[in-house]
Nanobody
Framework: QVQLVESGGGLVQAGGSLRLSCAAS????????MGWFRQAPWKEREFVAA????????YSADSVKGRFTISRDNARNTGYLQMNSLKPEDTAVYYC????????????????WGQGTQVTVSS
């Protein structure tokens, strides 16, 4: 069955960095676009960043532009989210997700989801 496993979360001070990983199995990773989403306590899940199947196109939410970078390694069936200059408001559970590949790095339409990894940024 399809499985997405996030890792790399943790506790970090404001201004610090973390790199999240998303390991995919049970499908052909290169046939799917990938996205990262997050959900803070008492808030709705929100889009963070997306990347097309080839890695050729990316798109990020305004709140993380210039600080977060999405990437992928299709040979390793793994996606990444490099997070720099972290802020307390970045505290959330981060989820990776996959959707059938398309022409753009989309913010919706994802149908496979991981269980999430907690990121906590202290001030």
């Amino acid at each position: 069955q399809v499985q997405l496993v996030e890792s790399g979360g943790g506790l970090v001070q404001a201004g610090g960095s973390l790199r999240l990983s998303c390991a995919a199995s049970g499908l052909t990773f290169s046939l799917y676009d990938m996205g990262w989403f997050r959900q803070a306590p008492w808030k709705e899940r929100e889009f963070v960043a997306a990347i097309t199947w080839s890695g050729g196109t990316t798109y990020s939410a305004d709140s993380v532009k210039g600080r977060f970078t999405i990437s992928r390694d299709n040979a390793r069936n793994t996606g990444y989210l490099q997070m720099n200059s972290l802020k307390p408001e970045d505290t959330a559970v981060y989820y990776c997700a996959l959707k059938p590949r398309g022409a753009i790095a989309a913010v919706r339409g994802y149908n496979y989801w991981g269980q999430g990894t907690q990121v906590t940024v202290s001030s």
